[in-house]
């Protein structure tokens, strides 16, 4: 009995470090994985700011104006990204997922404000007070003839956020097999090496009492 409790114990502390090793590795490997997401995404958006900004300079002098913000509505609709003009006292001109009459004032959000504060692109990750959603966002300064404005582009985060629960759901499958596939392996291996050591303690034992009953 002592020597199976001893067994037993020694697979128990075999697996438990199994564990915790396959599942340190899943926690490095999830926020590499969600990492690099984010980075594709951003590098993403600011290819879409390019196309945005030489979108505003043939458009220039239709921002703002009726017709113009339906057009951008279409635009985000087909590349899934969100689009959004706003002039640097902060005012909305045109925005591709709700209408511009219907927002504050933007110059208080940390990229828009970054963006006129540095006259450099700034991104940031935060939930839109406006649609409600986790958003990555980019913003830039351009010139226009006549009038600087900030071009925003942002794209939610729910594929990476759901991408990412996938493999959380898969490592949790994967890690449970290992750790059960790992402590019955342990225990048959164990016990294959262990067992000629069991058989000569029994012979031992066993001669032993043959000879104190002599």
Not at 4 to 16: D, E, I, M, P
Not at 119 to 130: E, I, Q
Not at 182 to 210: C, H, K, Q, Y
């Amino acid at each position: 009995m002592k020597r199976t409790t001893f067994l037993s114990k020694l697979v128990a502390g075999y697996g438990a470090l199994i564990l915790v090793t396959v599942l340190v590795v899943a926690m490095l490997g999830g926020s590499a994985l969600e990492s690099g997401a984010y980075e594709q995404i951003e590098a993403g958006l600011r290819s879409q700011v390019e196309l945005f900004e030489s979108l505003a300079h043939r458009d220039a002098d239709r921002i703002g104006k009726p017709g113009y913000e339906l057009e951008l509505a279409r635009l985000g609709q087909r590349s899934g990204v969100r689009f959004t003009v706003i002039a640097l006292d902060g005012k909305v001109l045109a925005d591709s997922s709700l209408p511009s009459a219907n927002l504050d004032n933007h110059g208080s959000r940390p990229e828009v404000s970054e963006a006129m504060a540095t006259g450099r692109s700034a991104s940031s990750l935060r939930r839109s007070k406006s649609v409600g959603t986790e958003l990555l966002y980019l913003a830039k300064v351009v010139e226009l003839p006549g009038r600087k404005l900030v071009l925003r582009v942002s794209q939610p985060l729910d594929l990476v956020r759901s991408g990412y629960r996938r493999f959380l759901q898969a490592m949790s499958v994967g890690v449970g097999l290992t750790v059960v596939l790992a402590i019955v392996g342990g225990f048959w291996f164990l016990r294959r090496v262990t067992e000629p050591l069991r058989n000569m303690t029994s012979v031992a034992l066993d001669r032993g009492g043959r000879l104190r009953g002599r």
